[in-house]
């Protein structure tokens, strides 16, 4: 079982930046993947980025401005986000990956324009 804590959500002006940080705990858990998803207010929920190995995967939205990351020693990943517009306002969740995936309990994140 794995639990997963999110944290650095709030209000941030356009064009800014912020980070967001997932921390994962639990016993016997080996993290395979990892990803971000967001879901705008009345809309489904969309897969920001991923990460597989070394491997990520961005949506065409976020490109440029977005990085996936992970600190295996902490058990945390992150998602920096930079150059962030009004259309980045939505709920954010991380998941991962380690024999099923699991996700976490979403943070707002709503840029002002």
């Known amino acids: 079982q794995v639990q997963l804590v999110e944290s650095g959500g709030g209000l941030v002006e356009a064009g800014g930046s912020l980070r967001l940080s997932c921390a994962a705990s639990?016993?016997?858990?080996?993290?395979?993947?990892i990803g971000w998803y967001r879901q705008p207010q009345g809309k489904e929920r969309d897969l920001v980025a991923t990460?597989?190995?070394?491997?990520?995967n961005y949506a065409d939205s976020v490109k440029g401005r977005f990085i996936i990351s992970r600190d295996n020693a902490k058990n945390t990943m992150y998602l920096q986000m930079n150059s962030l517009k009004p259309e980045d306002t939505a709920v954010y969740y991380c998941?991962?990956?380690?024999?099923?995936?699991?996700w976490g309990q979403g943070m707002q994140v709503t840029v002002s324009s």
């Open positions: 998941t991962v990956r380690s024999g099923r995936w699991y």
């Open positions: 990460m597989i190995g070394a491997s990520t």
């Open positions: 639990g016993s016997g858990f080996s993290i395979n993947a």
